[in-house]
């Protein structure tokens, strides 16, 4: 096994809050374990026109606390063609860059798998995105921060609708996820929620209204985009038709889930899974996502990584306490 | 001067943060003056379906720092009509109600006008709207609170248009006002706002960015809802033709910026507010909005609390802040 | 095994932020299953003056965002007595109280554990304290707030320290637990930490500031209340003689760490237990805290979640992280 | 008068959040009106040991959002002194600055008036202090940031004071003013506040105590540090005396009121001023601080705006609000 000398860190994908927390762990533990380590801008991109620059222990300081990322992050066609790949291959070559580690969600890391399998490159993933739609790992870096996110929004959704005795439709990300949905749904106390996932529809919740206490008019609905009832507009105007009575209001929190300061719990997953990619290079591992699973440190394949989690099994029991709860 | 020995308060049109403290301190403020403080649900509907209870102190105890309003609000069709009317002043009357404190907007202030002058009933009004859209007060109770949600919103946005360098087009609230768009603009260092006041329009912006920093592509323009060019998504439109470069997303803020804790500004000014309408019906003023201008409480007919701000002289000003910063 | 009709629920000990998510939870779980759940009023102290109130669902209603527990909280020292406990029975047994379910931290479940054993009363308990020092359960409900508000608080120390280029030492909450120090230490980006339970004491962090970058002054130092070396101002002390060059300011951060609205995580969590609490009732559990242990539901006797985790094994590699990521 | 080509912009004396929005609007203005913008680092340090650089837009982008100050601060004793700022004086003649712009409070404009005299070189005063204790300004920048942060703490402690039936004597920032405890004060709903400039002490809140609502043990009091009791342990020691029924709690908040991201008002007060400071100076302008009187830019000598507010006239009405607003 080569000692790792030089080694590239990127962002790549849609930003989440801790990406920079996890930069700032990758270029310290780097420099811990003497390397230099090349910070490469706006993802895959920058590996193909060689934009980079390298990071001492200042170019990271106080940045833990931001939201976004400083290396950038763009989802990058060329990399996806042999063409793109093998330019980036000729750059980091030329670069003397031994080792990547790129810190992203299942696109990302799609790309590594093709690229450390295509040129033999020691590759490390750290799981960067909201959606926490990875195997691999309880939690992906910028979950936490999201569903706070979601959750103070819509705390103060709940205020106007409570003064105004309104129901409100409000969409969150999650295209094919609802982990977003679920999660911060319990934690607003919502009266509904509406995944991909699940099998419990729009009439299900019809149900349940129709059935809901009598005096209480303020309610809400939370709908993961990817819903296969379409969205809170589709949802909206569904029980508009059924619920005439109700005073329907329509809300999309859209990006501002994907930014602000990372939460205590983003902060620290990341600064230790940014560590955990360091020493993993060091002990020769490659291809793999470091993730957390329970209290410790799991390395797994980026082709089984990026195997969405099946939450089939678990989201009835969720969703059953989103029953219990609300009504 | 007949001694005000009972009174009625309510909160009416759109919630504003700020109106629970305001509703604390004319009841406190009641209390402290030997009067009965009557809280009416829901606004004027409150008034016709005699819909009220009883204050004591307790009652408003732990609620300064709430969003919404602990007596609701509504809009309600029935007091505009004659009939509507009549049947409140009966109720009031059996309920030997002898003035009123509204909290709430034109729309609220334009009824406490009329019905003050049919019945000649005292009646005090609260400027309680996050438009800041009233004459006879610097800011309404809300608008602080307001502004500072939309600069939090806009920050995360900020994250991931740098990180992205994307173009956001974010829509806030005003129908007929730009105030919470320019303000809230100039907090967030926009690149360009749009509001109905201003003959600035998307030429000038397209002009702007055409002749901004060329390296510099991640950038927020704040659409005032009721801007003559037509909100976010006509701007975005628009933006896409004629940069077709730009990464353009849209956001529409939406209903967070009703909801709340109210900020310390807002508090303070609800406080004071609800204890100077008390001492104005102690001293027999009726038919005025009570207000703060620079330190000092002024009353202010209805009629002309009604007559929204000319911001046209303040908002070139302002505008032109925007342009020496942004670019 | 006879069903349970009848059960009240009381909060003990130093208040937690998602207290009441939980009994939010359990009020509603407990009219789930066809209880009723009467609420006592501050912890055992209300079993013994028999102050309690019959609590239906509305009762709490839009209560999950709010910290503190409604149901107030106290340390009872007549519990500790068999005569206390003699006329909590009574009470209980009046009042036709089939079960318990107590939340809090060790304190109360000792409290439980004996009450249970002497009087066979089926009881059950939720780990609510900040301090997050039980076993049988990941987190405990309020821990994740508390960090939150930390590092919110140091985020905003971290500012003016870096302004003035000056070494801040921090004291957070923790008499006999660093938990709250190491992870919000780490989530801030502390050059150093001293906690309860680790043998690295002053010294090292000496060494290790004197090791530290010389261009470098702004520094923020976190310590356990509980600390061996005597907490913020006994370090401070001691640094201020070692490095007479460094302006050195002391914050303690104090009852903030217990206030504020829960994060999505402590209301999922707190939610998620108060419902495993009635169900572990309906199925014949009793003497047990119900915690979280990786993804499912743990049920652990009183006597063996009072048991402090044994850090010692973890700490060393947490404060690797920070020696790794700090200087 | 002679054309200003290049100035020099520094902050001093204590931070403040908004220094940075203040920052960013005198170098975009200066870049605006042709001028080259120098930034000191460590304010009058800065000039004395010539630290300084060259301020382009981009240096300045992004940190309208950010507490603190990019420029660094610091209290100068050398400044003091003439020979101090001989050296002062010669560095920036050589490095051809023509006027200066100082951000800061009464320290900060007491060096800038001797320094304007003795040399007569332009300078010009932005009011950063989270105090608001300068006459020229209705508010200072960085002092609705401060009390903000002030009500979110509080708020947190009168969660865990609601919950445990506490007391609690809160210590704010003021060692000369009490309008940081009297805003916040009121926007906390302190049940009694203590400053330097109010005869009220601490045998009216005695009294008032006594007097207050048997049934309602928890109390918020606000002291300001300077405040004659001597600051919230002599109170608390006190209190303790008079009240032994009461469980009394201390909570000095510290340094955290420094810090954190600037509030829209501050932002947009600091933007406004920092584009007036060089329209000032493009005007001919020296020996004058900028500010904001009701709506409009003052300019006001250094001499007058150091003459601390005499807030005797306005604290009775404030208080009196608190006494009527609290029991």
Same mark, same amino acid.
């Given at each position: ?8 860190? +990127? ?17 310290? &533990?780097? !420099? ?15 590996? %193909? ?18 939201? =976004? ?14 063409? =793109? ?11 003397? !860059?031994? @080792? +990547? ?28 995105? %909201? ?61 509904? !929620? ?14 349940? $209204? ?10 809400? !609905?939370?709908? @993961? ?47 230790? $899974? ?30 089984? &990584? %990026?195997?969405? +989690? ?6 009835? &029991?969720? $969703? ?8």
């Amino acid at each position: 096994m080569q000692k790792i000398k030089n080694i590239g860190v +990127l962002t790549s994908g849609g930003d989440a809050p801790g990406m920079n927390a996890a930069i700032r762990a990758v270029v310290r &533990a780097g !420099i811990y374990y003497d390397m230099n380590v090349y910070g490469y801008i706006r993802g895959y991109e920058g590996l %193909i026109v060689n934009d980079f620059m390298l990071m001492d222990r200042k170019s990271v300081a106080n940045i833990i606390q931001r939201g =976004g990322t400083i290396l950038k992050t763009a989802r990058c066609e060329s990399f996806r063609t042999a063409e =793109g790949r093998a330019i980036a291959y000729k750059n980091i070559k030329q670069n003397n !860059i031994d @080792a +990547l580690v790129v810190i992203g969600g299942d696109g990302t890391f799609t790309g590594a798998h093709i690229f450390e399998e295509e040129y033999n490159i020691p590759i490390i993933g750290l799981p960067g995105t %909201i959606d926490n739609d990875l195997a691999g790992t309880d939690f992906t870096i910028g979950y936490d921060t999201a569903i706070n996110t979601v959750v103070d929004a819509v705390d103060k959704i709940r205020d106007t609708a409570e003064s105004h005795d309104r129901l409100f439709i409000v969409e969150v990300m999650g295209r094919d996820s609802g982990l977003i949905a679920l999660r911060s749904g319990i934690g607003v106390g919502a009266e509904g !929620i509406l995944i991909p996932e699940s099998s419990v529809g729009l009439d299900d919740l019809v149900k349940k $209204l129709e059935g809901g206490r009598k005096n209480k008019f303020s309610k809400i !609905i939370i709908v @993961a985009e990817g819903d296969i009832e379409g969205g809170a507009f589709s949802v909206g105007n569904l029980l508009k038709e059924k619920f005439p009575a109700y005073d329907i209001r329509i809300s999309i929190l859209g990006h501002i889930q994907r930014g602000g300061k990372p939460s205590c719990m983003d902060r620290v997953l990341a600064s230790r $899974l940014g560590v955990a990619a360091i020493e993993g290079l060091v002990h020769g591992k490659s291809g793999v996502m470091v993730g957390q699973i329970h209290k410790d440190i799991a390395y797994t394949p980026f082709s089984q &990584a %990026i195997k969405h +989690l099946d939450i089939n099994q678990v989201s009835p &029991a969720w $969703l059953r306490l989103v029953n219990i709860l609300s009504l």
